[in-house]
């Protein structure tokens, strides 16, 4: 039998929920919500119309650090772990984005607001459309960072790179990366037993060959994802993410163009050039900004270029 590996204390490293948002400038407080038959943790600060911050693998709500003070200052924000994702529940299914939508409406419920503003990265996008999808009358606006939400197109995706892929990911100008860890996702059992206490060198080569500056995602942040994927159960729900996508798919195409205003950012070393080709097709009020000198995970890359940009489209 595996035993699952031992998490220091709080008193030992300082890498918990509760000490991590204390650590934020502003006053910033880990907590629990029990919505949809789960329980969601999240961290909340700030006052303000409320902005709920949704984020992606390998990564938790940490990944919204450096931009929570600054939109903390006009904003509640409220920073979620996702169904599967670092102190929330990782039951044995509704990883499909439908679901873990409807665990955000009821948060939303809960927490007693009004139409909201959301605010998605990578599979965090995809929740945020799913949400604005089926619950428009909960949705003031979407911003979705470097992910559109699964369609059509990605029933395309091939097991073997083209020529001009990239193979090992790495960001350059112009550059297309093999999603080789969508197939390695799909893997039922194995992933959890290869990465079981070892999520360290997954994370690692992610970042290192995914970001255009793999030093903004520093060796604190590393370690917290490191710790919040080094579990069989952790690994297990975090891959449901990726193989519920053929049913995500389905879903996409009953939802009809989004009416509510949408904002999206990609990098320029990333996904900006899908984006602006392929979601003004998705609703009625799209803009696409491209974020330079930046790869995949922009709001640790570029932390102020995500400022500015929902600072002025949440105005």
């Given at each position: 039998m595996n035993t699952p590996p031992h998490f220091p204390t709080q008193d030992e490293t300082g890498l918990d929920d509760a000490t991590l948002a204390r650590s934020l400038n502003g006053d910033f407080t880990s907590r629990y919500a029990d919505v949809n038959q789960i329980r969601l943790h999240y961290v909340e600060g700030g006052t303000g119309t409320p902005l709920l911050l949704l984020g992606g693998w390998p990564q938790t709500w940490w990944q919204w650090h450096k931009v929570m003070p600054a939109l903390a200052r006009r904003h509640r924000v409220i920073a979620v772990d996702l169904r599967g994702m670092g102190g929330s529940s990782k039951p044995a299914g509704g990883y499909d984005k439908k679901t873990m939508a409807a665990d955000i409406l009821g948060l939303v419920h809960e927490l007693g607001l009004g139409p909201v503003d959301v605010v998605g990265h990578d599979i965090g996008a995809m929740v945020a459309h799913a949400f604005a999808a089926n619950h428009p009358e909960a949705t003031a606006r979407i911003a979705l960072l470097d992910v559109p939400h699964p369609d059509e197109n990605w029933s395309a995706f091939s097991l073997l790179p083209d020529p001009d892929q990239h193979v090992g990911s790495v960001i350059e100008d112009g550059a297309r990366s093999y999603l080789w860890w969508f197939a390695f996702n799909q893997v039922r059992g194995l992933p959890e037993r290869l990465l079981d206490g070892r999520s360290r060198l997954l994370v690692d080569w992610l970042f290192d060959r995914q970001a255009h500056d793999p030093g903004t995602i520093d060796e604190r942040s590393r370690q917290i994802y490191a710790r919040a994927y080094s579990t069989p159960d952790a690994v297990r729900a975090g891959n449901g993410w990726y193989q519920t996508f053929t049913r995500d798919i389905a879903d996409e195409k009953g939802y009809a163009p989004l009416t509510v205003p949408i904002?999206?950012?990609?990098?320029?070393?990333?996904?900006?050039?899908?984006?602006?080709?392929?979601?003004?097709?998705?609703?009625?009020?799209?803009?696409?900004?491209?974020?330079a000198a930046c790869g995949h995970y922009i709001p640790e890359e570029q932390p102020q270029a995500v400022i500015d940009a929902l600072s002025a489209f949440l105005t």
């Open positions: 904002l999206a950012l990609g990098g320029d070393g990333s996904n900006y050039a899908s984006l602006r080709d392929g979601l003004p097709a998705k609703g009625t009020d799209v803009r696409v900004i491209e974020v």
